[in-house]
């Protein structure tokens, strides 16, 4: 390494969340190449090569421009042979040829679908892959194949479910789940999580933080509004978990989980769309093509106010920002951050935050807003 190299090299530093990414993403071109193929790699059961390719896509993602040349890649962290070679060939060819086998394959393909479905893992897509499965139509027509009710749910509205969510729609959605909660108790604090606080112009799902400046206020206030929105027709599937983190929520355990211990539904709403008259008989002709609402996947979590800073970076994400956040923690400072907390195991102490900046201030890090998060 000369010095040159030693001085670029330390502009782009090696884990995700020391690095500024925001949503507009100069080199979609190497980055949805090196994501197919850490989704072929998932699909396989291989999670190494599946992280290494997110790795290297998402320091592509944070950098301000685009890459030209191989010999940049050198200055890059995160980078190992199979991901170079693939950048190497789309500078070259200006596609990978890997990559487009990869996403013939049927097994790549019938993955994709059935990871898709709501409810449905790498284990049952694979199990069902296995079967002789390949279509939606194969798992709906099928006599001995039982679903859980989670999945008989993502299956009945996949459509929906895998049409992109607006921001307008996801504003509604917060509103109304605020209605509802203001009406059993006033002063309920609702906040857009997820891929929207990041700036995401639409996502896959619309994530709702719910808490109250009053801790232990929020305690049972899910199960009211869920009730009552579901008296009013506005929920097509819910299941709702209690809390768990008075009894097994223990900040150093060496848990592997990534579950968190919050009082949640994950869940599926009717939400009331102008129907698209043009649209009417053009895909299909059941009664269903001319209805009027779109079933939407909504995360509704409650924390107390106390844990609602942690909460709030958890859930806002990106995945692989909130990987590369726990992983900091552990490797460079010997605590261990999860939704709920941050544990010092050294000072074996939990560290308390009133906001997000508190968080990133015990680490050691720069602050970054949600807007740069989209590692
Ligand atoms: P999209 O637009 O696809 O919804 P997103 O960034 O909002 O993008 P989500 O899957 O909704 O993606 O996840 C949002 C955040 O919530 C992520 O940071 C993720 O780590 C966190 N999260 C999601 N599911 C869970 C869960 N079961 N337990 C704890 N945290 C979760
Ligand atoms: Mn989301
Ligand atoms: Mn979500």
């Known amino acids: 390494h000369s010095d040159v190299d030693v001085v670029v090299a330390s502009l782009v530093p090696a884990y995700g969340c020391q690095r500024r990414t925001p949503l507009t993403n100069k080199n979609c071109i190497f980055t949805d190449a090196l994501e197919t193929l850490s989704k072929e790699a998932s699909f396989c059961g291989s999670d190494g090569r599946s992280l290494a390719f997110i790795r290297a896509a998402s320091v592509l993602r944070s950098l301000p421009s685009t890459l030209t040349t191989i010999e940049e890649l050198n200055r890059l962290p995160g980078f190992g042979e199979h991901s170079k070679r693939v950048v190497q060939?789309?500078?070259?060819?200006?596609?990978?040829?890997?990559?487009?086998?990869?996403?013939?394959?049927?097994?790549?393909?019938?993955?994709?679908?059935?990871?898709?479905?709501?409810?449905?893992?790498?284990?049952?897509?694979?199990?069902?892959?296995?079967?002789?499965?390949?279509?939606?139509?194969?798992?709906?027509?099928?006599?001995?194949?039982?679903?859980?009710?989670?999945?008989?749910?993502?299956?009945?509205?996949?459509?929906?479910?895998?049409?992109?969510?607006?921001?307008?729609?996801?504003?509604?959605i917060a509103k109304m789940v605020e209605e509802v909660a203001h009406s059993f108790l006033p002063g309920t604090i609702i906040t857009l999580a997820g891929g929207f606080r990041r700036g995401k112009l639409s996502g896959h799902d619309v994530d709702i933080l719910i808490t109250h400046a009053q801790e232990g206020r929020e305690e049972g206030l899910l199960s009211k509004v869920i009730g009552q929105l579901q008296s009013q027709g506005l929920i097509l599937y819910h299941d709702l978990k209690r809390n768990s983190y008075h009894d097994?929520?223990?900040?150093?355990?060496?848990?592997?989980?990534?579950?968190?211990?919050?009082?949640?539904?994950?869940?599926?709403?009717?939400?009331?769309?102008?129907?698209?008259?043009?649209?009417?008989?053009?895909?299909?002709?059941?009664?269903?093509?001319?209805?009027?609402?779109?079933?939407?996947?909504?995360?509704?979590?409650?924390?107390?106010?106390?844990?609602?800073?942690?909460?709030l970076l958890g859930w806002t994400g990106s995945k692989h920002f909130e990987r590369e956040l726990r992983r900091f923690s552990c490797n460079e400072k010997k605590m261990v951050l999860n939704s709920h907390a941050l544990y010092d195991t050294v000072e074996q102490k939990i560290l308390a935050a009133t906001c997000e900046e508190d968080i990133f201030l015990y680490l050691g890090l720069e602050y970054m807003p949600p807007s740069d998060r989209n590692a």
């Open 248 to 311: 097994a929520f223990s900040p150093d355990s060496k848990s592997t989980s990534n579950m968190d211990h919050f009082e949640r539904s994950f869940s599926i709403f009717r939400l009331k769309v102008a129907s698209h008259i043009g649209d009417i008989g053009a895909r299909d002709h059941s009664p269903e093509s001319s209805k009027d609402w779109k079933a939407v996947r909504v995360d509704l979590v409650v924390t107390p106010i106390s844990q609602y800073p942690y909460a």
């Open 89 to 172: 060939e789309i500078l070259e060819d200006g596609f990978s040829a890997e990559v487009e086998r990869v996403t013939q394959k049927e097994k790549y393909q019938t993955m994709k679908l059935f990871t898709n479905i709501f409810g449905v893992g790498m284990k049952t897509a694979n199990r069902w892959y296995q079967e002789g499965l390949r279509s939606l139509g194969d798992l709906r027509n099928s006599q001995k194949l039982k679903l859980s009710k989670q999945q008989e749910a993502g299956l009945q509205h996949y459509e929906d479910l895998n049409m992109p969510v607006s921001r307008a729609e996801a504003d509604l």
